[in-house]
T-cell receptor, first 114, second 113 residues
Framework: DAGVIQSPRHEVTEMGQEVTLRCKPISGHDYLFWYRQTMMRGLELLIYFNNNVPIDDSGMPEDRFSAKMPNASFSTLKIQPSEPRDSAVYFC????????????FGNGTRLTVT | DQQVKQNSPSLSVQEGRISILNCDYTNSMFDYFLWYKKYPAEGPTFLISISSIKDKNEDGRFTVFLNKSAKHLSLHIVPSQPGDSAVYFCAARRDNQGGKLIFGQGTELSVKP
């Protein structure tokens, strides 16, 4: 079990540029989540998918953010255009539907927008 | 609206002593609570959980207590070890929302030798 794999681990970009974060969930998991961690707000849920379908995107901060899950083994989170306030650590997580199933997180992507 | 709050951003404890991390929540519909542990440059990992039908759950050195009337839960680590130094996140979930978790802001625990 390779766990949830995120890439890149670090991303430094200039304001106005497009940023794409990638995630490969654990095989067989049918839920995928994107979280963002900041000092001020802790871990915030941005969006989550069930069976590749977006279920709740109410946490996506603005239209500049978009997420896709074209298949069961891949998801992207895109920010266009990026702004300095988007600087944070972005985590992807996955799990099975079920009361006793914890989230399995990837190691995150640290995004810095200058 | 912060539905899950961890009011202590940091905590320092001596090795061998008890660590107590606290968490408060506002939504009475939460029925499942979890603690996650996070080391630097890694993702959070699941530590322990408790259902709202219980008031205590124990796993080795880790015990979680739930006080529903006060909307408060706590994580006790006894005895604390230097390897326990990490950020601890409290999270709450409503079962009918699948796996959706609401996290607190985290408490950084430092266990000193």
């Amino acid at each position: 079990d390779a766990g949830v794999i995120q890439s890149p681990r670090h991303e430094v970009t200039e304001m106005g540029q497009e940023v794409t974060l990638r995630c490969k969930p654990i095989s067989g998991h049918d839920y995928l989540f994107w979280y963002r961690q900041t000092m001020m707000r802790g871990l915030e849920l941005l969006i989550y998918f069930n069976n590749n379908v977006p279920i709740d995107d109410s946490g996506m901060p603005e239209d500049r953010f978009s997420a896709k899950m074209p298949n069961a083994s891949f998801s992207t989170l895109k920010i266009q255009p990026s702004e300095p306030r988007d600087s944070a650590v972005y985590f992807c997580a996955s799990n099975f539907l079920g009361f006793d199933s914890p989230l399995h997180f990837g190691n995150g992507t640290r995004l810095t927008v200058t | 609206d912060q539905q899950v709050k961890q009011n202590s951003p940091s905590l320092s404890v001596q090795e061998g002593r008890i660590s107590i991390l606290n968490c408060d929540y506002t939504n009475s519909m939460f029925d499942y609570f979890l603690w996650y542990k996070k080391y630097p440059a890694e993702g959070p990992t699941f530590l322990i959980s408790i259902s709202s039908i219980k008031d205590k759950n124990e796993d080795g050195r880790f015990t979680v207590f739930l006080n529903k009337s006060a909307k408060h839960l706590s994580l006790h680590i006894v005895p604390s070890q230097p390897g326990d130094s990490a950020v601890y996140f409290c999270a709450a979930r409503r079962d009918n929302q699948g796996g959706k978790l609401i996290f607190g802001q985290g408490t950084e625990l430092s266990v000193k030798p």
